[in-house]
């Protein structure tokens, strides 16, 4: 399984962007998928997860903010990024867990808010 990350971009303080990341496989058996965010100079850091039982774990900087989701029909993870800030500027990963399986990262999108 590959995954394709999309919908990054250049956004104000303030708005919003929504991230997607296609599998190219069925998602339907993945046992974790989330987002992560690496800032120039950082660690990459989780942003948010999902469970196969659709739990859901976001950072504190993100609560309230962010919100992950998924449509096993497409095979996609979305992140839907609401009242962003500059802190939340970086690169954003997308990750797939299989049981049993080592983690599959997509290539990465850059997300810049500016103030």
């Known amino acids: 399984v590959q995954l394709q990350a999309s919908g990054g971009g250049l956004v104000q303080a303030g708005g919003s962007l929504r991230l997607s990341c296609v599998a190219s496989?069925?998602?339907?058996?993945?046992?974790?998928m989330g987002w992560y965010r690496q800032a120039s100079g950082s660690e990459r850091g989780l942003v948010a997860s999902?469970?196969?039982?659709?739990?859901?774990v976001y950072s504190d900087s993100v609560k309230g903010r962010f919100a992950i989701s998924r449509d096993n029909a497409k095979n996609a993870v979305y992140l839907q990024m609401n009242s962003l800030k500059g802190e939340d500027t970086g690169v954003y990963y997308c990750?797939?867990?299989?049981?049993?399986?080592?983690?599959?990262w997509g290539q990465g999108t850059q997300v810049t808010v500016s103030s």
């Open positions: 990750m797939m867990l299989p049981r049993g399986s080592r983690p599959i």
């Open positions: 496989g069925s998602i339907a058996s993945m046992y974790v």
């Open positions: 999902m469970t196969s039982d659709s739990n859901t």
